[in-house]
């Protein structure tokens, strides 16, 4: 079945390095996706990872993949006040589907 | 690039109206859009999967006659809440896509129903 686990809750100080778990159960998706929402607002598409990758960086950001447990991770660098929100993962079983996880709400203390 | 926008951002009514909420892909082409609803503290769930020109997918426990989705041109998707209920009450998202790879979401749109 389709299935995303994550923590629900981090708590870090700024400056400090965040780790967000994930483990999911469709080894056949194609992408995993991560994104952020803000209070009251959307989804923003922070990073994706093609799931033949290992490991991707974009700027504060990098995504580990190991495929062969089905876990994800999401390091923000440097993590500051504005990185406070709820973090998804999400994978992709089928159908352009994505099914998320119940989200990782970070907080961050200055 | 990649803006999609959803109309109204809020809504209050009575129970027994209905409720229409727009989703816009601005600045591209959207061959799928997906409707979401969002519980306060939880994770988004699939409501339905629309492609441009034909029926909605819903996914399984939603009533397709409850919320009526129409997908009428590859940059407007719409959500219709027919005879609201204060259970319905939530917040509706949608997001778009030009392919299977990347959705982008929508603002959403909180209701209320009295």
């Known amino acids: 079945g389709e299935d995303v686990e994550q923590s629900l809750f981090l708590s870090v100080r700024e400056g400090d390095s965040s780790v967000i778990n994930c483990t999911y159960t469709d080894s056949s998706s194609t992408y995993l996706y991560w994104y952020k929402q803000e209070p009251g607002a959307g989804l923003q598409l922070l990073t994706y990872?093609?799931?033949?990758?290992d490991m991707k960086q974009d700027q504060r950001l990098t995504v580990l993949l190991n495929k062969k447990d089905k876990h994800l991770s999401l390091r923000i660098a440097d993590t500051q006040t504005g990185d406070s929100a709820i973090y998804f993962c999400a994978e992709t079983p089928e159908g352009g589907k994505l099914i998320f996880g119940q989200g990782t709400e970070l907080s961050v203390k200055p | 690039g990649a803006v999609v926008s959803q109309h109204p951002s809020w809504v209050i009514c009575k129970s027994g109206t209905s409720v229409k909420i727009e989703c816009r892909s601005l600045?591209?082409?959207?061959?799928?859009m997906f409707w979401y609803r969002q519980f306060p503290k939880q994770s988004l769930m699939l409501m339905a999967t629309s492609n441009e020109g034909s029926k909605a997918t819903y996914e399984q426990g939603v009533e397709k006659d409850k919320f009526l989705i129409n997908h009428a041109s590859l940059t407007l998707s719409t959500l219709t809440v027919t005879s609201a209920h204060p259970e319905d009450s939530s917040f509706y998202i949608c997001s778009a896509t030009t392919s299977r790879e990347t959705q982008y979401f929508g603002p959403g749109t909180r209701l209320l129903v009295l």
């Open positions: 600045d591209f082409q959207a061959t799928t």
């Open positions: 990872i093609f799931s033949n990758m």
